[in-house]
């Protein structure tokens, strides 16, 4: 399958701890998007690397939340100090250019 | 605040087509019309996307009105599988970032 992966597609923790979420994207695309989707609602624009470079950050994105593209290949978004408002599908898209884009299954967040 | 207005909710016999409407009355001269669907617990899938004129491809096709303030989407021959959200979307294509605006979708559901 060479579709957008995304690791794990569970995730169960306990407030106040930290997790880290890992996207791998279709391999060409140089365009990679995190999006947040709760329950009942489309997704949220998180933010957007072109290649390695961080070009847009939403302001849903807190300081607790970071994000990285090394070299410009896979993504790892991390969230520190989870809290229960941080329960949620995290959803990573790439795309060739402006193109459309190509989503993952998503990883599914619980916080206790 | 996405910039299209959709029924929340429709019901379609398998084997018919489904029409799915979408209000964009303030739509600009360069934005595209994109639809995406998620079907449950999965990551939002591409299914088309038009300018002005009429667009067909193996999945779908989407119908834009002359004065580009509404369109549709038909399914021809709606299956089970085709139980799924369904999200009209408004977009720039451009050189920069162009994140999706997601509203909450018309949830469309095929019964046997």
């Known amino acids: 399958d060479t579709g957008v992966s995304q690791d794990p597609r569970h995730k169960i923790t306990k407030r106040g701890q930290n997790v880290t979420f890992r996207c791998d994207p279709i391999s060409e695309h140089n365009r990679l998007y995190w999006y947040r989707q709760t329950l009942g609602q489309g997704p949220e624009f998180l933010t957007y690397?072109?290649?390695?470079?961080?070009?847009?950050k939403s302001r849903l994105l807190s300081d607790r939340f970071s994000a990285e593209r090394p070299k410009g290949s896979f993504s790892t978004l991390e969230i520190q100090r989870t809290e229960q408002g941080d329960s949620a599908m995290y959803l990573c898209?790439?795309?060739?250019?402006?193109?459309?884009?190509?989503f993952g299954p998503g990883t599914r967040l619980t916080v206790l | 605040d996405a910039k299209t207005t959709q029924p929340p909710s429709m019901d379609c016999a398998e084997g018919r087509a489904a029409n799915l409407p979408c209000n964009h009355s303030?739509?600009?001269?360069?934005?595209?019309v994109y639809w995406y669907r998620q079907i449950h617990s999965q990551g939002p899938q591409y299914i088309i996307h038009?300018?002005?004129n009429n667009e067909t491809n193996e999945m779908a096709s989407l119908i834009i009105t002359e004065d580009r303030k509404s369109s549709t989407l038909i399914l021809p021959h709606a299956t089970l599988r085709d139980t799924a959200v369904y999200y009209c979307?408004?977009?720039?294509?451009?050189?920069?970032?162009?994140?999706?605006?997601f509203g909450k979708g018309t949830r469309l559901s095929v019964i046997a």
């Open positions: 979307i408004v977009r720039v294509v451009s050189r920069g970032n162009t994140p999706l605006v």
């Open positions: 303030t739509i600009s001269g360069n934005e595209y």
């Open positions: 690397f072109q290649n390695e470079a961080q070009l847009e």
């Open positions: 038009g300018l002005k």
């Open positions: 898209a790439s795309s060739l250019a402006q193109y459309e884009q190509f």
